[in-house]
T-cell receptor, first 113, second 113 residues
Framework: DQQVKQNSPSLSVQEGRISILNCDYTNSMFDYFLWYKKYPAEGPTFLISISSIKDKNEDGRFTVFLNKSAKHLSLHIVPSQPGDSAVYFCAARDGVNDYKLSFGAGTTVTVRA | GAVVSQHPSWVICKSGTSVKIECRSLDFQATTMFWYRQFPKQSLMLMATSNEGSKATYEQGVEKDKFLINHASLTLSTLTVTSAHPEDSSFYIC?????????FGPGTRLTVL
């Protein structure tokens, strides 16, 4: 049962433009959401997070939006840079069950020069 | 961010042997660590939650006798793959969280011949 879904397996964007990655979830017990960036054969690198009590969090080029009623969050990267090319995972934390993380399937972002 | 290390980064072993993977939190203490595995082009799947000083909690479908977890100190958790078989070949990643955010190790690539 996939509780976190990233329905777009890939995204291609021009350098300098905005990248928008989407994530949907089903478990209402999720209280904290995170985005990770991952390169092949490496561990995920934390990018940005948001608590369920907020609707927006911004850190430099990265902004995460949370729509709790729709159980939807998105990550905006602007401007996109070639170094942003990687796989991005959305993760959600279960605030009741040991703070476990559930991951989406990932979205591969390719930034074109 | 917090630093989590893993050792070894890659290992090749013969079928039937056991392999131990170490996960260390370098700049914080972690009463809880998590072990994941990732198959090619798939998401991270939580295998177990490692608790310092007590037994690990395994996810459904994960054989606890095959994947032995020991969390002997606040900075070290080990995963031992016992009697490894080719189907155990995967990328194993650990994580730990000083507070709300989980930080991941760089991963260990296990290849069982």
């Amino acid at each position: 049962d996939q509780q976190v879904k990233q329905n777009s397996p890939s995204l291609s964007v021009q350098e300098g433009r905005i990248s928008i990655l989407n994530c949907d979830y089903t478990n209402s017990m999720f209280d904290y959401f995170l985005w990770y960036k991952k390169y092949p054969a490496e561990g995920p690198t934390f990018l940005i997070s948001i608590s369920s009590i907020k609707d927006k969090n911004e850190d430099g080029r990265f902004t995460v939006f949370l729509n709790k009623s729709a159980k939807h969050l998105s990550l905006h990267i602007v401007p996109s840079q070639p170094g942003d090319s990687a796989v991005y995972f959305c993760a959600a934390r279960d605030g009741v069950n040991d703070y476990k993380l559930s991951f989406g399937a990932g979205t591969t972002v390719t930034v074109r020069a | 961010g917090a630093v989590v290390s893993q050792h070894p980064s890659w290992v090749i072993c013969k079928s039937g042997t056991s392999v131990k993977i170490e996960c260390r939190s370098l700049d914080f203490q972690a009463t809880t660590m998590f072990w994941y595995r990732q198959f090619p082009k798939q998401s991270l799947m939580l295998m177990a939650t490692s608790n310092e000083g007590s037994k690990a909690t395994y996810e459904q479908g994960v054989e606890k006798d095959k994947f032995l977890i020991n969390h002997a100190s606040l900075t070290l958790s080990t995963l031992t793959v016992t009697s490894a078989h080719p189907e155990d070949s995967s990328f194993y990643i650990c994580s730990a969280r000083p507070q709300d955010t989980q930080y991941f190790g760089p991963g260990t690539r296990l290849t069982v011949l």
